[in-house]
């Protein structure tokens, strides 16, 4: 069941600062190779711009990169300069001596995000500022003031295409466009499987291989995630996939669903892994991966082991052990590993019964918690593990807690957020502990203190393992939607079964429940013949009843003999079939193990010089796509980012290397040329819109409508700029 830490180990202090500074290290590195990168893309941009009105005879007095005063510049005649050399020029020029020095100055200014060239006549913010000089911007014919303008963007489109070729020519290592994990529940669990012949299940399922998404030929597992986040509202995605042992193509229809994490459309896949155990470096790390292998009975196996056995049957990747662990019913799964070495280690991994995971709406200051539930069931949070603070403080491990001050029974995302929300203070915590008989006895501690961080001194988890003892079901999951629903709430079914927190569930149709992995068993088996019937119909209806013996808490009383209570439990086809869609989860993590990668690669320049074609044109679709769905809801302004967010993903995608840092350069070059080239006024596509304006009319907008819209483009602009970095800064903090 689930696991969460409440308190942080604590290291030597010497290691910590180490580790700090190494980090610290490594991610200023990255930044200013991002900066660099991102200065080099508004260098390209801009140097179109002035090439283009080079060509076309226009003085220009500036080309600057990055904004606000000049650092240093340079100007043919005049050299090198701290500050700008403009007001030196003009007085030269004014007494006649200038002759040798060129009217363009080239700026380094102080702000190095951004860029421009300053042409005579031409000011986006004041319209009016014309010039009548035979060079100047507006004496220039319109047609080639519209290839000034959009030489910018041009060029950004160009310097993209170089750059996916140069990547592609050298290889991008990325996941395969394949199926590792379809989370329980999911829509991706729920896809409608068809083909010629075809009888088995529905839902996607590991080791599935995406050959079409629609019509396009997805070249990562990446494409899958994109097309999930770009798809329209109620939109399926209609997928063709190749099953193994399956001899033909299969056709798969997704519905995405919004996800309560990234609030982005997904279907609820991960990419394939390898069978090779992640390589673990650093005394420390080895020293941590060994305690959680003893805890987890796997003391023996070492990082950088290979999977070689499953039950027997060789495993070339993950795929197999996935399978089994879904196919298992429970039941253990004997796994061999062998490391490089040709030293063996064999085990039994006895599978957890999966549950629903919901990320459930978040107020202001609260933590991010997903909720485990069945149905709407959560188990009772305990105390795993105690540090010395805590237990100076009465706690003990094995401890169920019962009451935390007001807030009784809760479970791990009720509890935690209780006790962070307190920090600096005390609290009243009552907890069922056993006693010599192994009788739950309920002990009071008063003036339990919580730390600056908000933390006791524990490891919490559930107790869904050992017994099923629940929590109230989480009001918010009722603003959690139904799958194609746009109007009825999701009521989970628990709210119509438990009436008090800390209620025990002892059997259902007369089959005794242990654990929260029997109860799941056992609701399965009274609601088969239902299932059946209704995982055949587009559009279930109905119920099924079960009955339900339980045990409801008073306090003081000893929950063994507490009165039991019989009740009849309704469950509707949609909680049917979201019961029978969860599957079984591994012991030893599916993250443990590497991903599997692919290496995109031309077979030489001419292939890679297409593939980049393609990306480009790809990026370039998928840029503008994203503004429609912008318009229509599937993707909201919080998904952008700004400058802050740009920067922190670059140091991120730096720090996989060299190949993807040019690779986000050129996304970031088609984006940019992108927005660069939108309608809008004070940016290249507004100017070009006039332009046309004026080849077709044979004169200007008048300067009245170029100043509203220019002051109308500033502010929109202005405002989405404060949006997005405001946003960054929130992400960034976790707020």
Same mark, same amino acid.
């Given at each position: 069941?689930?696991?969460?830490? *409440?308190?942080?180990?604590?290291?030597?202090?010497?290691?910590? +600062?180490?580790?700090?500074?190494?980090?610290?290290?490594?991610?200023?590195?990255? @930044?200013?190779?991002? =900066?660099?990168?991102?200065?080099?893309?508004?260098?390209?941009?801009?140097?179109?711009?002035?090439?283009?009105?080079?060509?076309?005879?226009?003085?220009?007095?500036?080309?600057?990169?990055?904004?606000? $005063?000049?650092?240093?510049?340079?100007?043919?005649?005049?050299?090198?300069?701290?500050?700008?050399?403009?007001?030196?020029?003009?007085?030269?020029?004014?007494?006649?001596?200038?002759?040798?020095?060129?009217?363009?100055?080239?700026?380094?200014?102080?702000?190095?995000?951004?860029?421009?060239?300053? =042409?005579?006549? /031409?000011?986006?913010?004041?319209?009016? #500022?014309?010039?009548?000089?035979?060079?100047?911007?507006?004496?220039?014919?319109?047609? !080639?003031?519209?290839?000034?303008?959009?030489?910018?963007?041009?060029?950004?489109?160009? *310097?993209?295409?170089?750059?996916?070729?140069?990547?592609?020519?050298?290889?991008?290592?990325?996941?395969?466009?394949?199926?590792?994990?379809? +989370?329980?529940?999911?829509?991706?669990?729920?896809?409608?499987?068809?083909?010629?012949?075809?009888?088995?299940?529905?839902?996607? !399922? $590991?080791?599935?291989?995406?050959?079409?998404?629609?019509?396009?030929?997805?070249?990562?597992?990446?494409?899958?995630?994109?097309?999930? *986040? =770009?798809?329209?509202?109620?939109?399926?995605?209609?997928?063709?996939?190749?099953?193994?042992?399956?001899?033909? $193509?299969?056709?798969?229809?997704?519905? &995405?669903?919004?996800?309560?994490?990234?609030?982005?459309?997904?279907?609820?896949?991960?990419?394939?892994?390898?069978?090779?155990?992640?390589?673990?470096?650093?005394?420390?790390?080895?020293?941590?991966?060994?305690?959680?292998?003893?805890?987890?009975?796997?003391?023996?196996?070492?990082?950088?082991?290979?999977?070689?056995?499953?039950?027997?049957?060789?495993?070339?990747?993950?795929?197999?052990?996935?399978?089994?662990?879904?196919?298992?019913?429970?039941?253990?799964?004997?796994?061999?590993?062998?490391?490089?070495?040709?030293?063996?280690?064999?085990?039994?991994?006895?599978?957890? #019964?999966?549950?629903? %995971?919901?990320?459930?709406?978040?107020?202001?200051?609260?933590?991010?918690?997903?909720?485990?539930?069945?149905?709407?069931?959560?188990?009772?949070?305990?105390?795993?593990?105690?540090?010395?603070?805590?237990?100076? /403080?009465?706690?003990?491990?094995?401890?169920?807690?019962?009451?935390?001050?007001?807030?009784?029974?809760?479970?791990?995302?009720?509890?935690?957020? /209780?006790?962070?929300?307190?920090?600096?203070?005390?609290?009243?915590?009552?907890?069922?502990?056993?006693?010599?008989?192994?009788?739950?006895?309920?002990?009071?501690?008063?003036?339990?203190?919580?730390?600056?961080?908000?933390?006791?001194?524990?490891? +919490?988890?559930?107790?869904?393992?050992?017994?099923?003892?629940?929590?109230?079901?989480? &009001?918010? @999951?009722?603003?959690?939607?139904? $799958?194609?629903?746009?109007?009825?709430?999701?009521?989970?079914?628990?709210?119509? @079964?438990?009436?008090?927190?800390?209620?025990?569930?002892?059997?259902?149709?007369?089959?005794?429940?242990?654990?929260?992995?029997?109860?799941?068993?056992?609701?399965?088996?009274?609601?088969?013949?239902?299932?059946?019937?209704?995982?055949?119909?587009?559009?279930?209806?109905?119920?099924?009843?079960?009955?339900?013996?339980?045990? /409801? &808490?008073?306090?003081?009383?000893?929950?063994?003999?507490?009165?039991?209570?019989?009740?009849?439990?309704?469950?509707?086809?949609?909680?049917?079939?979201?019961?029978?869609?969860?599957?079984?989860?591994?012991?030893?993590?599916?993250? %443990?193990?590497?991903?599997?990668?692919?290496?995109?690669?031309?077979?030489?320049?001419?292939?890679?010089?297409?593939?980049?074609?393609?990306?480009?044109?790809?990026?370039?679709?998928?840029?503008?796509?994203?503004? +429609?769905?912008?318009?229509?809801?599937?993707? !909201?302004?919080?998904?952008?980012?700004?400058?802050?967010?740009?920067?922190?993903?670059?140091?991120?995608?730096?720090?996989?290397?060299?190949?993807?840092?040019?690779?986000?350069?050129?996304?970031?070059?088609?984006?940019?040329?992108?927005?660069?080239?939108? &309608?809008?006024?004070?940016?290249?596509?507004?100017?070009?819109?006039?332009?046309?304006?004026?080849?077709?009319?044979?004169?200007?907008?008048?300067?009245?409508?170029?100043?509203?819209?220019?002051?109308?483009?500033?502010?929109?602009?202005?405002? =989405?700029?404060?949006?997005?970095?405001?946003?960054?800064?929130?992400?960034?903090?976790?707020?």
């Amino acid at each position: 069941m689930g696991r969460a830490d *409440s308190f942080v180990q604590p290291r030597p202090a010497h290691l910590r +600062a180490i580790e700090f500074t190494m980090i610290a290290i490594s991610t200023i590195l990255n @930044l200013l190779l991002v =900066m660099l990168g991102f200065g080099f893309i508004v260098f390209v941009h801009e140097l179109g711009h002035f090439l283009a009105a080079r060509w076309a005879g226009i003085r220009v007095l500036a080309f600057a990169i990055g904004f606000g $005063p000049p650092v240093i510049t340079f100007r043919k005649g005049l050299g090198v300069r701290r500050g700008s050399s403009e007001r030196e020029y003009f007085n030269r020029t004014a007494q006649g001596l200038a002759e040798g020095v060129s009217p363009t100055e080239y700026r380094l200014n102080a702000l190095p995000f951004g860029g421009y060239v300053k =042409m005579l006549g /031409q000011e986006d913010l004041d319209p009016s #500022a014309v010039s009548s000089a035979s060079d100047s911007y507006q004496r220039c014919k319109p047609w !080639k003031r519209m290839v000034v303008i959009s030489a910018g963007v041009v060029m950004n489109i160009l *310097s993209a295409l170089i750059i996916f070729a140069g990547v592609f020519l050298v290889g991008l290592k990325v996941e395969p466009a394949k199926i590792g994990y379809v +989370a329980p529940g999911s829509a991706a669990a729920k896809a409608v499987v068809s083909g010629p012949g075809y009888a088995g299940d529905a839902g996607l !399922k $590991p080791g599935d291989e995406i050959l079409l998404i629609g019509d396009s030929k997805p070249d990562s597992f990446n494409s899958i995630a994109l097309a999930s *986040s =770009m798809s329209g509202p109620h939109e399926d995605l209609e997928l063709t996939i190749q099953r193994p042992g399956v001899a033909g $193509p299969l056709k798969a229809k997704v519905t &995405p669903e919004t996800s309560r994490l990234s609030g982005l459309r997904e279907i609820g896949v991960e990419p394939p892994r390898t069978n090779v155990l992640v390589d673990v470096k650093g005394e420390e790390a080895l020293k941590a991966w060994d305690e959680l292998a003893a805890k987890f009975g796997f003391a023996g196996l070492k990082p950088g082991m290979r999977l070689d056995r499953v039950n027997g049957e060789p495993a070339t990747d993950l795929t197999p052990l996935v399978r089994a662990i879904d196919a298992s019913d429970g039941a253990p799964v004997r796994v061999e590993f062998v490391s490089g070495t040709g030293e063996r280690f064999a085990t039994a991994l006895t599978p957890k #019964a999966a549950l629903r %995971s919901d990320v459930l709406p978040k107020a202001p200051g609260e933590i991010t918690l997903p909720v485990e539930h069945l149905l709407g069931l959560t188990p009772v949070m305990r105390v795993a593990k105690t540090e010395e603070r805590a237990r100076q /403080q009465g706690l003990r491990e094995g401890d169920i807690i019962a009451r935390v001050d007001d807030v009784e029974y809760p479970s791990l995302w009720q509890g935690l957020p /209780q006790i962070r929300s307190h920090p600096g203070q005390s609290l009243t915590i009552a907890v069922l502990r056993k006693n010599e008989t192994g009788e739950l006895n309920e002990v009071t501690l008063n003036d339990v203190r919580v730390d600056s961080r908000g933390t006791i001194g524990f490891t +919490a988890e559930d107790v869904g393992e050992e017994m099923v003892l629940v929590a109230l079901p989480a &009001p918010k @999951l009722q603003a959690l939607r139904r $799958p194609r629903s746009t109007t009825e709430p999701y009521v989970p079914a628990a709210a119509n @079964l438990i009436q008090s927190p800390g209620t025990q569930i002892l059997s259902v149709n007369g089959a005794p429940v242990a654990n929260f992995g029997a109860l799941r068993r056992a609701l399965r088996g009274a609601t088969k013949a239902e299932f059946a019937a209704w995982s055949r119909l587009d559009q279930p209806a109905g119920s099924v009843s079960v009955e339900v013996q339980l045990r /409801q &808490p008073e306090r003081g009383s000893i929950l063994g003999e507490l009165p039991v209570v019989t009740r009849r439990w309704e469950l509707s086809a949609q909680d049917v079939i979201e019961l029978h869609s969860l599957g079984w989860d591994s012991p030893l993590g599916l993250g %443990s193990f590497d991903l599997e990668e692919i290496v995109q690669r031309g077979a030489g320049p001419i292939d890679a010089m297409g593939m980049g074609l393609r990306k480009t044109k790809e990026v370039m679709l998928t840029t503008y796509l994203t503004f +429609a769905r912008l318009a229509q809801g599937t993707v !909201k302004v919080e998904h952008l980012k700004g400058p802050v967010g740009i920067a922190h993903l670059g140091t991120i995608v730096a720090s996989r290397g060299t190949v993807w840092l040019f690779f986000f350069m050129g996304l970031i070059s088609i984006n940019l040329a992108v927005i660069n080239f939108l &309608p809008l006024p004070i940016v290249d596509g507004g100017q070009f819109l006039f332009l046309v304006f004026e080849q077709v009319r044979g004169k200007p907008p008048p300067v009245a409508v170029q100043n509203a819209a220019a002051l109308v483009g500033l502010v929109l602009i202005g405002c =989405m700029f404060l949006i997005v970095t405001f946003n960054d800064f929130k992400n960034l903090l976790g707020l």
